[in-house]
């Protein structure tokens, strides 16, 4: 596969992890980046990664109004977006019961509607255009659930939904959209980007307490190299048959196969009062 021209990319969250590794594999390679930033010293030092390359917008993409002003003006005189990835993102983690809706809306917020939000703010480019790719960090809880990270799980099963039902309507425009699901990499994401509610409701320490500790342990030592996956993304970027749905890692292979052949196990099990419900 590969790229063959140069491509201008608008990477959401380039001040570590992926969206760092996505970006340095694209400068390097030769494209040009966009990168949002929540501060002017992380916009400084990405800049300083390639300069005339690298160009950063302090952005939270959040702050929804300001979105499509934020990249109208960073791609005046330059060449428009052609690739977007929507890659800022955060876990919160808490058992259901013990999260208030407040941190379920910023999940949301951030994970979900500011994904759209940038979405919805390159896509009239990109359809008059006739191309673009669109590429979601969604997550393998986007496919397989786990105790205590309710709130997480549902935003990316949103995102994953929400990548598929897009591909459907901008496939005829030349615009694809893939959904990429990382299994456990070696970011911040489990350090200090983590948002944990607070224990209160001892019922749920049994539950609770060891997906916590273990989580905590196995931070920065985690199996996937956020530098391949960047390869990987290179490598799919443009390409004419990049997949709706992508998985990073054997732990998302292993989990999400495991998933779906369980499902597909109870479908078979339930079929029979599944079908009864129909008129005929
Ligand atoms: P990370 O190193 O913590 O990076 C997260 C990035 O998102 C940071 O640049 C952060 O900016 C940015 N960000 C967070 N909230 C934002 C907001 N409201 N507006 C703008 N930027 C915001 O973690 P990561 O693992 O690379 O996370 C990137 C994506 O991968 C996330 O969507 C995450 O859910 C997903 N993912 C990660 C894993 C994993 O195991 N690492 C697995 C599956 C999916 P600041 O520096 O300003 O905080």
């Given at each position: 596969?590969g790229v063959?021209?140069?491509?201008n990319?608008?990477?959401t969250?380039?001040s570590s992890?992926?969206?760092?590794?996505?970006?340095d594999?694209?400068?390097?390679?030769?494209?040009?980046?966009?990168?949002?930033?929540?501060?002017?010293?992380?916009k400084?030092?990405?800049?300083?990664?390639?300069?005339?390359?690298?160009?950063?917008i302090?952005?939270?993409?959040?702050?929804f109004?300001?979105i499509d002003g934020a990249?109208?003006?960073a791609?005046?005189?330059?060449?428009?977006?052609?690739?977007?990835?929507?890659?800022?993102g955060y876990?919160?983690e808490?058992?259901?019961?013990e999260?208030?809706?407040?941190?379920?809306?910023?999940q949301?917020?951030v994970?979900?509607?500011?994904?759209?939000?940038?979405i919805?703010?390159?896509?009239?480019s990109?359809?008059?255009?006739r191309?673009?790719?669109?590429?979601?960090?969604?997550?393998?809880?986007?496919?397989?659930?786990?105790p205590?990270i309710?709130?997480?799980?549902?935003?990316?099963?949103?995102?994953?939904?929400?990548?598929?039902?897009l591909?459907k309507?901008?496939?005829?425009?030349?615009?694809?959209v893939?959904?990429?699901?990382?299994?456990?990499?070696?970011?911040?994401?489990a350090?200090?980007?983590?948002?944990r509610?607070?224990?209160?409701i001892?019922?749920y320490?049994?539950?609770?307490?060891?997906?916590?500790?273990?989580r905590?342990?196995k931070?920065?030592?985690?199996?996937g190299?956020?530098a391949k996956?960047a390869q990987?993304?290179l490598d799919?970027?443009?390409?004419?048959d990049?997949?709706?749905h992508?998985?990073?890692?054997?732990d998302?292979?292993?989990l999400?196969?495991e998933?779906?052949?369980?499902?597909?196990?109870?479908i078979d099990?339930?079929?029979?009062?599944?079908?009864s419900?129909?008129?005929q």
């Open positions: 596969m063959s021209r140069k491509l990319f608008l990477i969250g380039v992890g992926f969206g760092r590794a996505f970006a594999a694209a400068l390097q390679a030769g494209h040009s980046v966009i990168g949002t930033v929540r501060n002017q010293e992380a400084r030092e990405f800049e300083n990664i390639a300069p005339g390359g690298a160009k950063a302090v952005l939270d993409v959040t702050d109004s300001s990249i109208a003006s791609v005046e005189g330059v060449s428009p977006i052609d690739v977007l990835v929507n890659n800022a876990g919160h808490g058992a259901l019961e999260s208030s809706l407040d941190e379920m809306r910023r949301f917020d994970n979900v509607f500011g994904a759209v939000a940038m919805k703010a390159v896509l009239p990109m359809r008059a255009r191309s673009g790719h669109i590429i979601n960090i969604t997550s393998m809880g986007g496919f397989i659930t786990m205590g309710a709130y997480y799980c549902g935003s990316k099963f949103a995102l994953e939904g929400i990548s598929e039902t591909a309507e901008v496939a005829d425009f030349g615009i694809k893939t959904a990429v699901a990382p299994g456990s990499f070696r970011t911040d994401w350090g200090r980007s983590m948002v509610s607070p224990r209160s001892p019922d320490d049994a539950v609770i307490d060891p997906i916590r500790s273990a905590q342990d931070s920065g030592r985690q199996l190299d956020p996956a990987v993304l799919i970027a443009c390409a004419p990049a997949p709706v992508l998985l990073l890692g054997r998302a292979v292993k999400v196969r998933k779906m052949a369980k499902m597909g196990e109870d099990a339930w079929e029979k009062v599944s079908v419900t129909d008129f």
